[in-house]
């Protein structure tokens, strides 16, 4: 599969020369040469790009890319063996295939976007969560400050994977496999402040980055935060469902809404980027302070006002992950930059990423665009028209571990561990949940979450069960005197 893998990402590095384009690639490359906190993104993925930059090749970018996708899956496989090591390696392998062979993955891979980094941050750290040992829990702290100053969707899985490491002390303390062994009951380990002392390493290894970032953005705009758009994304979202009828806002907030009903307007995020938005004709740019409260405010106030509406919304966008179609989405021009173009894209159009073109042609030393080389780009084209992972299919995935660990439940096993699954499980559904709940809807959104949810199924799965209809080749090397109710 690893092989496999990797002959996609070749085919991908000959077929599109030297990578792909994304409007947001653009307001990356500026900051490489204006190292500044940016008000929309955080500035994780420009460092990345930052430290390649001496090799002046945008090339180098997808390839090194392409390798953190290909470790990503290796990252699955070995966290599967590592954290359930009776079970048989087919199940491991069948974890890392949607990573590896994806086609929506290797193309993802070759945009020149942050979400490639982003996954394989919170794989890496997500995987490293299995061990209770101070130091580890230290560099999962940076991996997730990595991570969140890559995307900001990051920052809820510090609180996740926080939040675990203080479960597993107190209800799995080390000694509970041997209390177990001695006939002893299952009970709540005594409070102990050694149960909080990972989780506290962690917090304090991924704050110190962050609050670092933080008072960079500080200096820079005089604001606090790691970017300036919140509210503006916010507002945005509730746009898919703001009555102002009901609202009732009152006259500064009223410039912000939209007569026409729900079901009649565009996608949530025109209300950003259109011309003719209401927030982006009011005086200043769009991320100013002044206007990014304003928009904080209508959204909360549309938040508070349709609490069951906002709901619906959100459960209707994360509805979109699990399709078995892939409709176009928010619109056209978004869809088409997630599929193999036929057609050499064209210069981009709005003036930010005119002014990033220029940059990024200083970056390659250089002309820039996309070469489609054929037969290479047309093998691709067809590959990704048959071999992508359905939402049905990721569903399924996910429901895995919970059934599971009612089966379990039923028949009263606790595994001595804890319950390993629930972390990369957690970390999963906060990945899909977040956009759906704070800006909306991307494909390129689910992908990250989808090793996280092979992962959790795989862990979840027993494998003494497994052992017992396919063989298990390395049951030995862990020998077979283990109770069944501590064999996870």
Known sequence: MLALGTGLRALAMLGYRPALWFPDSYTYIVTVFKPRPDLVRPAGYSMFLKLLEPLHAFGAVTAAQHLLGLATGVLVYRAVLRTAPRAPRWVATLA??????????????????????????????????????TATAAGIGLLLAAATLTRTVGQPLIVVLAA??????????????????AGARFRLAAFRPVAFRPAAVLLAAALVPIVAYGAWFYVTYQRVGLVGANGVFLYARTMSFADCDKMDPPPDLKVLCDPRPP??????????????APLVLLPGITFSKEN???????????????????????????????????????????????????????PPGRYPAQVGAEYAKLYEQGAIGTEIVEPFAGWLRAYQSMVRLPGPVLLGILLVPPVAAVVRRRRRERPAAGPLWLVPWSAAIVLL????????????????????????????????????????????????????????
């Open 96 to 133: 890392a295939v949607p990573v590896l062979l994806d086609a929506y993955q290797v193309e993802l891979e070759h945009l020149l976007v942050s979400d490639t980094l982003f996954m394989f941050l919170v794989v890496s750290a997500v995987a490293l969560c299995a061990t209770r040992r």
């Open 164 to 181: 675990w490491f203080v479960l597993r002390g107190l209800l799995w303390p080390p000694d509970l496999a041997r209390t177990r062994r």
């Open 292 to 346: 990014d409260d304003l928009a904080a405010r209508f959204a909360m106030l549309a938040l508070t006002t349709q609490p069951l509406d906002y709901a619906a919304s959100v459960l209707e966008e994360l509805g979109r992950s699990f399709t078995w179609d892939r409709p176009i989405y928010p619109d056209a021009e978004i869809y088409g930059y997630y599929q193999f173009p036929v057609t050499e894209p064209g």
């Open 433 to 488: 949940i977040t956009p759906a709940a704070a800006a909306e809807f991307d494909y390129r959104y689910v992908l990250p979450a989808v090793p996280l949810a092979c992962l959790a199924a795989a862990q979840s799965i027993r494998p003494d069960l497994l052992r017992q209809s396919g063989g298990d080749s390395r049951a030995k090397e862990f020998g077979d005197d283990i109770p069944p109710n501590v064999r996870l």
């Open 263 to 276: 079901e009649q307007r565009p996608p949530s995020q025109e209300y950003i980027w259109a011309k003719d």
